[in-house]
């Protein structure tokens, strides 16, 4: 019996609805990267058809989109390494993101077939890619006078610290932006945080993720504080239960020790699934929708949880480790992590399978 994601295709809609009410006025270019944040590239392409385009992060990624007929516009936020990268891209009409001059040199140099649409990185404050306020009319100067390069140039940036309400560093990095680009032509700023926290920052195309899969993208709410649906849910079965006495230790290194006597239930999922392994005694899972805790460490295969809650639990017993009825977000805050790297961290082991309801 594997661990089993079930993906709800309509909760992607849903959540893909509830960006285009948030934003009414900008088009969408949903971020499917890392394999749609661990729910499967393909089946999030195909959920997420009313979308006006894709973002991901390697040249890769877009490739497996073309293969499979998908003709959206899909840009490429990590852009393109060498020449050999950059002549995919325009064959396959990818839009790679510029965010150096090595790539604007690369560009110039490199006969290209036809023409590429590019997007142009501003490095606002967050100093990861992108030209700075200084470089960045020089470079766009440069692209738009390159028969090359197609004249529908957006200029994009990314937030550092968007999911941080009380931080003022959103609205500096808005106004710099604001006061450097002075030209007409698309723009984009706005991640999911953004788009729920910073109305002023959606311009022509926002770039949700981590909403679309239906979690909050902030440490304080949850998902279903702003109308969104969880995409994944991770579940597993009680393979086991045991009826341990008080003084019994749990798992390796004995970190459980039944302080009565007590069930204890053994599902099969283990961090060889991507279950977190550093989860400690207490976080949260569900067992037939009985709120009840890890006991013991989590091991490669297997987690052991404290059947108290839910004594008549049995062998067979559905085990939810997160998504419906259980935010993901609140198994990362246990874990000491975000949602983002769970969900991109589920391994092939799992088997996926699409609901849709
Ligand atoms: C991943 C990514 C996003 C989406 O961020 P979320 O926090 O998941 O909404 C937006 N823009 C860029 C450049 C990204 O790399």
Same mark, same amino acid.
């Given at each position: 019996?594997?661990? &089993? ?13 509830? +960006?285009?009410? !948030? ?8 971020? &499917? ?14 959920? !997420? ?49 510029? %965010? ?6 690369? !560009? ?7 023409? &590429? =649409? ?24 440069? !692209? ?14 990314? #937030? ?17 932006? /604001? /006061?450097?680009? %002075?030209?007409?032509?698309?723009? =984009?700023?706005?991640? =999911? ?24 993208? #902030? ?36 970190? #459980? ?32 929708? +009985? ?11 297997? &987690? ?54």
């Amino acid at each position: 019996m594997p661990a &089993i994601a079930y993906i709800d295709t309509s909760a992607f809609d849903h959540n893909l609805q509830r +960006v285009k009410a !948030l934003a009414p006025h900008s088009s969408v270019l949903a971020m &499917i990267k890392a394999n749609a944040y661990g729910h499967g590239i393909l089946r999030a392409a195909k959920a !997420l058809a009313a979308a006006d385009g894709f973002g991901v992060a390697r040249t890769g990624e877009a490739l497996v989109l073309r293969n499979h007929g998908f003709t959206k516009p899909i840009a490429i936020m990590a852009g393109f390494l060498d020449a050999e990268e950059l002549r995919a891209m325009a064959e396959y009409d990818l839009i790679p993101a510029i %965010h150096t001059e090595q790539q604007l040199k690369l !560009l110039f140099e490199t006969p290209l077939e036809k023409p &590429i =649409s590019v997007w142009l990185k501003m490095d606002t404050g967050m100093h990861r890619l992108g030209f700075d306020h200084n470089a960045i009319s020089p470079a766009y100067r440069a !692209l738009l006078e390159n028969p090359k390069i197609r004249k529908d140039i957006t200029v994009f940036t990314h #937030f550092a610290e968007s999911d941080e309400l009380s931080s003022p560093k959103s609205r500096q990095q808005l106004t710099l932006f /604001q /006061q450097t680009i %002075h030209w007409p032509g698309p723009k =984009s700023l706005a991640n =999911s945080a953004a788009i729920i926290a910073w109305q002023d920052s959606h311009a022509d195309w926002v770039r949700p993720g981590i909403m679309l899969y239906g979690v909050s993208p #902030f440490t304080q709410q949850v998902a279903a504080d702003y109308d969104l649906k969880p995409v994944m849910t991770l579940s597993s079965t009680l393979i086991a239960v045991h009826h341990l006495k008080r003084g019994d230790a749990i798992g390796y290194g004995s970190t #459980f020790v039944c302080p009565e006597d007590m069930p204890i239930g053994v599902a099969a999922i283990g961090y060889g699934d991507g279950y977190p392994r550093h989860a400690p005694n207490g976080t949260p899972v569900l067992v037939d929708h +009985v709120l009840c805790q890890l006991a013991g460490r989590v091991s490669m295969d297997l &987690i052991t949880i404290d059947l108290r809650p839910h004594p008549h639990a049995t062998f067979g017993s559905e085990v939810v480790l997160w998504g419906r009825g259980l935010p993901v977000e609140t198994v990362a805050k246990c874990a000491g992590t975000i949602a983002y790297e769970l969900l991109c961290h589920v391994t092939s082991r799992v088997k996926f399978i699409e609901i849709n309801d």
